[in-house]
C-alpha cells in the first residue's frame, strides 16, 4: 500500500504563514510531532476540493485531508476548528463546533472526577474570567449593569447561512426582549459581524423592543446576568465560568447542560426551566467537554490523541508510514 499523505486545506492567505498563524496552531503541532516520524504533510488551498456541508466522496483518494473549519463528512477526511476556547481544538469526522460528534455523546457527571474537574474549571476561570480574556478581543475597560439582566450574544447571519440556527438572530432578539419579564437585556453584536448585527438590534428597537445594545466585555456582561442567549456562541460557556445558565437558539454540541429554543415562543419557558431547574454540574462538564472530548494543542498527550483519532479514521501509523508509533 503506498504511504498515505496529510493534507491540510487552509485558507489561501496563510499558504505561506500558516505555521506562524495562530489559529491554525493545531496544523503545525500535527506537522511537529508526525514529520519527524516519516509522516508526508502537504499544503493546499481548501478552495480546491468543494467546501461543503454533508457526506461526500470528494476526499476518498486514498490521503488523509484535514479541513480548516471544515463540515464535509465522509471517507479521507476530518475537520478542524478551534474548540471555541484555545487552547482547544476539535479534529473530528462529523464536523466542528455545532457539528462536531461530540453533541451525540451522552454525558454521564458520575463518570467524571470532582477533583481533577475543579481543577481545571479553576485554571479555565483564571485564563480567561479572571483575566477578562475571550477568544475575541474584548473591552479592557470594566462596565457596570445593575444585577439581573439578560445578555444576548448575536453571531451575525453566519448560522443561519449554514443552517446552523432554529431562529434568526433577529427573531431571537425579539423573543428575548419581549419574554424578559421586565429584566434588561443585554445584547453584544459580534465582533466580525458589527454592521449585520447592528442593523438587527436598530430593526427590534425601531419595533417598540427595550434592549441595551452594548460593546463592554463579556465577563462583565455574563457577571451582572441570569442568563446567556445566542444561536450557539462560545459566550454562552464562558458563561458557565460564571455558573450562569446558557439558552440557545440552535443546535449546539455542548447542549447536555443548556435549554434549547426551537420556536420564539419558547423562550419564556426556556428562561423559567433554567432558572427553577438544578443547575447542571459546569464543572464536570467542562472538564468532560475539553479535556475528554477535544485536543489541547500543548499537552504531553497531543501527539497519541491525534495518532488515535488518525486510526479512527482509517490512517494508522503504518498507512502513513510511520517509522514508530506514538507512545
Same mark, same amino acid.
Given at each position: 500500500?503506498?504511504?498515505?499523505?496529510?493534507?491540510?486545506? $487552509?485558507?489561501?492567505?496563510?499558504?505561506?504563514?500558516?505555521?506562524?498563524?495562530?489559529?491554525?496552531?493545531?496544523?503545525?503541532?500535527?506537522?511537529?510531532?508526525?514529520?519527524?516520524?516519516?509522516?508526508?504533510i502537504s499544503v493546499c488551498d481548501r478552495r480546491t476540493r468543494p467546501f461543503q456541508a454533508g457526506t461526500t466522496d470528494a476526499y476518498d483518494?486514498?490521503?488523509? #485531508?484535514? $479541513?480548516?473549519?471544515?463540515? =464535509?463528512?465522509?471517507?479521507?477526511?476530518?475537520?478542524?476548528?478551534?474548540?471555541?476556547?484555545?487552547?482547544?481544538? #476539535?479534529?473530528?469526522?462529523?464536523?466542528?463546533?455545532?457539528?462536531?460528534?461530540?453533541?451525540?455523546?451522552?454525558?454521564?457527571?458520575?463518570?467524571?472526577?470532582?477533583?481533577?474537574?475543579?481543577?481545571?474549571?479553576?485554571?479555565?476561570?483564571?485564563?480567561?474570567?479572571?483575566?477578562?480574556?475571550?477568544?475575541?478581543?474584548?473591552?479592557?475597560?470594566?462596565?457596570?449593569?445593575?444585577?439581573?439582566?439578560?445578555?444576548?450574544?448575536?453571531?451575525?447571519?453566519?448560522?443561519?447561512?449554514?443552517?446552523?440556527a432554529h431562529v434568526s438572530g433577529e427573531a431571537m432578539l425579539r423573543a428575548v426582549a419581549r419574554g424578559a419579564g421586565g429584566r434588561q437585556?443585554?445584547?453584544?453584536?459580534?465582533?466580525?459581524?458589527?454592521?449585520?448585527?447592528?442593523?438587527?438590534?436598530?430593526?427590534?428597537?425601531?419595533?417598540?423592543?427595550?434592549?441595551?445594545?452594548?460593546?463592554?466585555?463579556? #465577563?462583565?456582561?455574563?457577571?451582572?446576568?441570569?442568563?446567556?442567549?445566542?444561536?450557539?456562541?462560545?459566550?454562552?460557556?464562558?458563561?458557565? $465560568?460564571? #455558573?450562569?445558565?446558557?439558552?440557545?437558539?440552535?443546535?449546539?454540541?455542548?447542549?447536555?447542560?443548556?435549554?434549547?429554543?426551537?420556536?420564539?415562543?419558547?423562550?419564556?419557558?426556556? $428562561?423559567?426551566?433554567?432558572?427553577?431547574?438544578?443547575?447542571?454540574?459546569?464543572?464536570?462538564?467542562?472538564?468532560?467537554?475539553?479535556?475528554?472530548?477535544?485536543?489541547?494543542?500543548?499537552?504531553?498527550?497531543?501527539? =497519541?490523541?491525534?495518532?488515535?483519532?488518525?486510526?479512527?479514521?482509517?490512517?494508522?501509523?503504518?498507512?502513513?508510514?510511520?517509522?514508530?508509533?506514538?507512545?
Amino acid at each position: 500500500m503506498a504511504q498515505a499523505r496529510v493534507v491540510f486545506h $487552509l485558507p489561501a492567505r496563510h499558504l505561506k504563514d500558516w505555521r506562524e498563524t495562530r489559529y491554525l496552531k493545531l496544523f503545525a503541532r500535527i506537522e511537529e510531532a508526525f514529520a519527524p516520524l516519516g509522516a508526508r504533510i502537504s499544503v493546499c488551498d481548501r478552495r480546491t476540493r468543494p467546501f461543503q456541508a454533508g457526506t461526500t466522496d470528494a476526499y476518498d483518494d486514498g490521503d488523509l #485531508h484535514i $479541513l480548516d473549519t471544515g463540515r =464535509a463528512r465522509g471517507r479521507g477526511v476530518l475537520n478542524a476548528s478551534i474548540a471555541y476556547l484555545p487552547p482547544f481544538w #476539535h479534529l473530528d469526522p462529523a464536523g466542528m463546533q455545532a457539528e462536531s460528534s461530540i453533541g451525540a455523546q451522552v454525558f454521564d457527571p458520575s463518570e467524571v472526577p470532582q477533583r481533577a474537574a475543579n481543577g481545571f474549571f479553576e485554571r479555565m476561570r483564571e485564563r480567561y474570567t479572571l483575566a477578562r480574556r475571550s477568544r475575541r478581543a474584548q473591552e479592557e475597560e470594566a462596565a457596570s449593569f445593575a444585577p439581573g439582566a439578560i445578555s444576548v450574544f448575536l453571531q451575525g447571519s453566519q448560522p443561519e447561512e449554514n443552517g446552523l440556527a432554529h431562529v434568526s438572530g433577529e427573531a431571537m432578539l425579539r423573543a428575548v426582549a419581549r419574554g424578559a419579564g421586565g429584566r434588561q437585556v443585554l445584547v453584544k453584536p459580534h465582533p466580525l459581524a458589527p454592521e449585520h448585527d447592528a442593523a438587527v438590534i436598530a430593526r427590534v428597537i425601531a419595533e417598540g423592543c427595550s434592549i441595551t445594545p452594548t460593546t463592554a466585555n463579556v #465577563h462583565d456582561m455574563i457577571a451582572a446576568s441570569v442568563a446567556t442567549v445566542s444561536i450557539n456562541s462560545a459566550c454562552a460557556i464562558e458563561g458557565f $465560568l460564571q #455558573h450562569k445558565p446558557a439558552i440557545l437558539f440552535g443546535p449546539s454540541d455542548f447542549h447536555h447542560v443548556a435549554q434549547t429554543v426551537r420556536q420564539p415562543e419558547g423562550f419564556s419557558a426556556a $428562561l423559567g426551566n433554567a432558572l427553577a431547574l438544578p443547575q447542571p454540574d459546569y464543572r464536570r462538564f467542562l472538564y468532560w467537554y475539553f479535556v475528554r472530548n477535544c485536543l489541547n494543542v500543548g499537552a504531553p498527550d497531543f501527539a =497519541a490523541k491525534v495518532q488515535a483519532i488518525f486510526a479512527q479514521a482509517g490512517f494508522p501509523p503504518e498507512r502513513l508510514g510511520l517509522r514508530a508509533p506514538v507512545i
